[in-house]
């Protein structure tokens, strides 16, 4: 589904960034795969998956809040790559704090991560797709996004953020063949989870109709949908990936 197209994804090391990675390479893209900090277990599970895939994946390291890496790494693809097809914006960290409690910090820290790196990311490369005159931005937002809950008004806000700038990129930039889609993660079984309390596991589990946690390759198949021709007459969109718990609102 993805041949001859080349895709960046955020957060590959591990959780749903690594899912599609996995995803995509089953579906021949060529991968530039964004992690924070080098690791050789990291480079050499990229080379596993490459090969078994008969693709190519590289790595590419910085931190999504580091202006100026990001720029360097985008150097680096451009002396290698002349075009970008796909943008998964997934990289994201949780926040979990009472109103009262949350401080600016935590607020500032929040909102770069999680939405102005998609922002930035999102600029950097559209330049290559408006060259190209096509490609698709899959921004990774949350249902923590959509639906107010206690203690989320640091991350909810971030990922209400990027819920939003999605429909202005679809508005903007549609016009260039470029289409900017949301995926919106409910409870996935991921690194992210593996610190909440066993009650409000249960609470979201009694919640969700389908009564599992989703699992990485589950978001990853979605976001291939959104990254892939399969979708391309859509764009602004949001798809929520909950098992059911968000009600279809
Ligand atoms: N799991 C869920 O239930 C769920 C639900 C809704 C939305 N989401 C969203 O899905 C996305 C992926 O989350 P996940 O569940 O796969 O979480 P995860 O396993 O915790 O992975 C988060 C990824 O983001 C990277 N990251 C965080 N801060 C970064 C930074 N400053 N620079 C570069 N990379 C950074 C992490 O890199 P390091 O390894 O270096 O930390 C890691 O690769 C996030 O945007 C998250 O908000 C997840």
């Given at each position: 589904?993805?041949?001859?197209?080349?895709?960046?994804?955020?957060?590959?090391?591990?959780?749903?960034?690594?899912?599609?990675?996995?995803?995509?390479?089953?579906?021949?893209?060529?991968?530039?795969a964004?992690?924070?900090?080098?690791?050789?277990?990291?480079?050499?599970?990229?080379?596993?998956?490459?090969?078994?895939?008969?693709?190519?994946?590289?790595?590419?390291?910085?931190?999504?809040?580091?202006?100026?890496?990001?720029k360097?790494?985008?150097?680096?693809?451009?002396k290698?790559?002349?075009?970008?097809?796909?943008?998964?914006?997934?990289?994201?960290?949780?926040?979990?704090?009472?109103?009262?409690?949350?401080?600016?910090?935590?607020?500032r820290?929040a909102m770069e991560?999680?939405?102005?790196?998609?922002?930035?990311?999102?600029?950097?490369?559209?330049?290559?797709?408006?060259?190209?005159?096509?490609?698709?931005?899959?921004?990774?937002?949350s249902?923590?996004?959509?639906?107010?809950e206690?203690g989320?008004?640091?991350?909810?806000?971030?990922?209400a953020?990027v819920l939003?700038?999605t429909?202005?990129?679809?508005?903007?930039l549609g016009?260039y063949?470029?289409r900017?889609?949301?995926?919106s993660?409910?409870?996935?079984?991921?690194d992210?989870w593996?610190?909440?309390?066993?009650?409000?596991?249960?609470?979201?589990l009694?919640?969700?109709?389908?009564?599992?946690?989703?699992?990485?390759?589950?978001?990853?198949?979605t976001?291939?949908?959104?990254?892939s021709?399969?979708?391309?007459?859509?764009t602004g969109?949001?798809?929520?990936?909950?098992?059911?718990?968000n009600?279809?609102?």
């Amino acid at each position: 589904m993805l041949k001859q197209k080349v895709a960046v994804i955020t957060g590959a090391n591990r959780g749903i960034g690594l899912a599609t990675v996995e995803v995509f390479a089953n579906n021949r893209a060529t991968i530039w795969a964004c992690a924070r900090s080098q690791s050789d277990e990291f480079e050499k599970k990229l080379q596993e998956i490459a090969n078994s895939n008969s693709t190519i994946i590289k790595p590419l390291y910085f931190d999504v809040t580091d202006q100026q890496a990001m720029k360097e790494a985008f150097r680096q693809i451009g002396k290698e790559s002349k075009r970008i097809d796909i943008l998964v914006n997934n990289a994201g960290m949780s926040v979990e704090c009472l109103f009262n409690m949350t401080s600016m910090d935590m607020m500032r820290k929040a909102m770069e991560v999680n939405f102005l790196s998609q922002i930035n990311m999102a600029q950097i490369v559209s330049r290559y797709m408006i060259k190209n005159k096509s490609g698709s931005i899959v921004n990774v937002a949350s249902v923590a996004g959509m639906e107010a809950e206690e203690g989320g008004i640091a991350y909810g806000s971030s990922k209400a953020s990027v819920l939003f700038a999605t429909k202005t990129m679809s508005l903007e930039l549609g016009k260039y063949g470029i289409r900017a889609n949301c995926v919106s993660p409910g409870f996935i079984e991921t690194d992210m989870w593996k610190n909440r309390k066993d009650d409000v596991r249960a609470k979201v589990l009694n919640e969700t109709p389908l009564h599992r946690p989703g699992s990485s390759k589950e978001v990853a198949q979605t976001i291939l949908f959104l990254a892939s021709d399969m979708s391309s007459f859509i764009t602004g969109q949001n798809i929520v990936v909950d098992g059911g718990r968000n009600k279809g609102r």
